[in-house]
Nanobody, 123 residues
């Protein structure tokens, strides 16, 4: 089990950028990690994920705009979000699961999750 702490959310106008960070309390060397989001009245949605092999996966809605990366030495993953749209608004959560295949739809069910950070994009 690892504890996850997110940071970097905020409010921006459409077209702006934000970078989210997620730091784990311990090594995530064999983990799949990722981000999911939830907007009011909507289901949780896996946004991006990265496996310990550095393989990445993105939801179609964010491809070309969001980039997930990791710094293994810092036990931290990042989500760089560019060209933000109002529909990207929501609470963003970091999640991690050891030794699992990377499947975006499974990220919201990962056992290790952070408290979330709010992202608000205004038009």
């Amino acid at each position: 089990q690892v504890q996850l702490v997110e940071s970097g959310g905020g409010s921006v106008q459409a077209g702006g950028s934000l970078r989210l960070s997620c730091t784990a309390s311990g090594s995530t060397a064999s983990y799949s990690m990722g981000w999911f989001r939830q907007a009011p009245g909507k289901e949780r949605e896996g946004v991006a994920g990265i496996r310990w092999t550095s393989y990445t996966s993105y939801a179609d809605s964010v491809k070309g705009r969001f980039t997930i990366s990791k710094d293994s030495a810092k036990n931290t993953i990042y989500l760089q979000m560019n060209s933000l749209r109002p529909e990207d608004t929501g609470m963003y959560y970091c999640a991690a699961e050891p030794r699992t295949n990377l499947l975006l739809s499974a990220i919201p069910q990962y056992k290790n999750r952070g408290q979330g950070t709010q992202v608000t994009v205004s038009s």
